[in-house]
């Protein structure tokens, strides 16, 4: 691998609530001008070539907040899918998605594996939506199939029955809305990751600001252990 060849980028989309809150709204307005910027960079992304586009959408721990939050994000990711089916198809975006879909109902699991079905013939990027999605029960779901299937433990076989299976690993991890933690996203696959954090919130977050990024990325020396 070249040490800087860019492949897979992933986003924790965080700051759409203190948007909404500085300009005087309510949250829900801010998750949906988040899924305008999803549209946005997801656009951008399959216009300059990135293989894959990881997107935090809803995390394990995200149940916990108010059930009107919560039923309003479910309702969004059902119409942003609906919606999106269209851009989708015009930019050749492969959708998938990663996490535990149990939980959702019948609708939401009918619209995510129709998304799936109708796009998995595109072959420019692949934008992959993290949704009740959190890498501790990935790995703890990755070590049942592996028990199940009385696989070996080794890397590969973790790698293998993780939710990115046949995913390169993370090159780049951005974290918007000012806070420098992971929340549980993605740990294994961003072993290597360069981080960036930025204090620009998710509705906010622009094409020009992510090409600095992949400049900054460019520069970097990834060494992978090595002197």
């Known amino acids: 691998m070249k040490k800087n060849e860019l492949k897979h980028i992933a986003i924790i989309m965080d700051g759409n609530g203190r948007w909404a ?104 990027l692949t934008q992959v939506l993290a949704i009740n999605y959190g890498s501790q029960d990935e790995l703890t779901r990755a070590f049942s199939r592996i028990s199940h299937k009385q696989e070996p433990i080794s890397i590969e076989s973790i790698t293998n029955n993780l939710d990115t299976a046949g995913m390169p690993s993370v090159d780049i991890l951005i974290r918007t809305g000012g806070e420098k933690r992971l929340s549980n996203f993605l740990l294994w696959q961003s072993a290597y990751a360069e981080l960036f954090f930025t204090d620009t919130l998710w509705p906010d977050f622009c094409e020009t600001e992510l090409a600095r990024i992949m400049d900054d990325f460019k520069r970097r020396e990834r060494r992978f252990g090595r002197i």
């Not at 305008?36 to 293989?51: A, D, F, Q």
């Not at 015009?90 to 535990?100: A, C, L, P, Q, W």
């Open 21 to 124: 809150k500085f300009k005087g709204k309510i949250r829900t307005e801010g998750h949906k001008e988040g899924a305008k910027t999803v549209r946005k960079i997801t656009e951008y992304c399959s216009n300059i070539g990135l293989e894959y586009l990881t997107l935090y959408a809803f995390s394990t721990e995200n149940w916990n907040r108010p059930k009107s939050e919560v039923d309003f994000l479910m309702k969004l990711l059902d119409n942003y899918l609906e919606k999106e089916l269209d851009g989708y198809m015009s930019n050749n975006v492969k959708f998938e998605m990663i996490g535990d879909i149990s939980r959702f109902s019948d609708k939401l699991k009918k619209r995510i594996e129709t998304t799936k079905e109708q796009t998995k013939n595109n072959n420019s």
